[in-house]
């Protein structure tokens, strides 16, 4: 079954967090491979640590599946112990970078200001980011939820250009569904997703807005990926701990299998 508007390729994104080795990275990919090889319709992309970046661009060159970084500093070199540039990421070949994490805003108090540098930066050095935004539970309770996410993604979308703008992903990840195993439901992520993607239309036209692929994160598993992708304006999914088996990760990225 082919979720979400057939004019846009679905995206399945792993998030590999801060696990793995470069060793453990080579052999996922060894074993991974074979089991998408044949898989031409859906883009698969793994943002690793900065470690097995290099890892990566050896092994997957060759193949239908994309690497990325999980973050980066906005300044192209300087006084800024701990931090990687963008070229320093060209150099590996990166192609995508995640950007506003809730774990990078909450956990190293990234703010709407710095992911929206961050955001234009990327598209600049010719990476594509994927913006992730996402709600508390109590902001959730409050009813706030979409006000909020909303917020986040028209924010960091200041500044952008058309042609930029039309290629842009962005990840739903309600804050309470990351590592819990508490999945928003199908229609929970949709109702939201579908507010975001009318938000954009609004500031930006319906050609925008029906370019944007929007994905869902947050507990995605392959027993309720084939559910998330059916819905209409699903058009991906950014995979936390799913992602950190060869199996599991094919099993998500042959989701139409
Ligand atoms: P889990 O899939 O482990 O819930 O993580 C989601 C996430 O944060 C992906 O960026």
Request: proline residues 4%.
């Amino acid at each position: 079954m082919n979720g979400g508007n057939s004019l846009r390729t679905p995206i399945i994104i792993a998030n590999w967090k801060m696990y793995k080795t470069r060793a453990e990275a080579a052999s996922f990919c060894d074993a991974f491979l074979p089991l998408i090889a044949d898989n031409n319709d859906v883009d698969a992309v793994i943002c690793a640590p900065f470690t097995q970046l290099d890892v990566l661009q050896n092994r997957l060159s060759a193949s239908n599946v994309a690497y990325g970084a999980q973050n980066f500093y906005p300044v192209a070199e300087g006084a800024f112990t701990g931090e990687v540039s963008l070229p320093m990421l060209q150099e590996l070949g990166v192609q995508y970078v995640i950007v506003g994490h809730s774990e990078r805003r909450e956990l190293f108090k990234e703010d709407n200001a710095l992911v929206q540098q961050k955001v234009k930066a990327a598209y600049t050095a010719g990476i594509q980011p994927i913006l992730c935004v996402g709600e508390r539970l109590d902001q959730r309770e409050a009813g706030e939820t979409i006000a909020h996410c909303a917020g986040q993604m028209l924010s960091a979308m200041e500044g952008l250009s058309e042609a930029e703008l039309l290629t842009l992903i962005v990840a739903y990840e309600p804050i309470w569904a990351i590592g819990t195993g508490k999945t928003a439901t199908a229609a929970d992520a949709q109702e939201v997703i579908s507010a975001l993607r009318s938000a954009v239309a609004e500031k930006y036209g319906n050609t925008v807005a029906d370019a944007v692929r929007f994905q869902y994160g947050g507990s995605v598993k392959p027993e309720n990926i084939a559910e998330l992708m059916a819905q209409p304006d699903i058009d991906g999914a950014l995979v936390g701990g799913a992602s950190l088996k060869p199996d599991s990760f094919a099993q998500l990225v042959n989701y139409q299998k």
